[in-house]
């Protein structure tokens, strides 16, 4: 059950990141980068990065990539502390 949610997910952070994309392209209100993250966060991570690659979306912006990275690394504490409880 956790496999399918976690897929749901990273398919709807993948979705999230070519829609933003597109509306970048149309000139259209985007997707806070906010959003973006905390789907990334909440277990999209997977979804997002094929999203970054495939769109080449928000891939040359440093200042989201770093978020990025926080969330990643904040991710992979997180798991961390949990898998030793």
């Known amino acids: 059950m956790l496999y399918l949610i976690v897929t749901i997910i990273n ?3 993948f979705i999230i990141f070519g ?3 597109r509306r ?7 997707i ?5 993250l905390l789907v990334s966060f909440l277990g999209g991570t997977i979804g997002a990065i ?3 690659l495939i769109f080449r979306h ?12 926080v969330v990643v690394l ?4 997180l798991i961390s502390l949990l ?3």
């Open 11 to 13: 398919l709807l952070s």
């Open 19 to 21: 829609l933003d994309k």
């Open 24 to 30: 970048s392209i149309k000139h259209q209100r985007r």
């Open 32 to 36: 806070p980068e906010n959003t973006l």
């Open 50 to 52: 094929l999203g970054m």
């Open 58 to 69: 928000k891939i040359s912006k440093t200042s989201f990539l770093l978020k990025f990275g």
């Open 74 to 77: 904040t991710q992979i504490v």
């Open 83 to 85: 898998r030793t409880i």
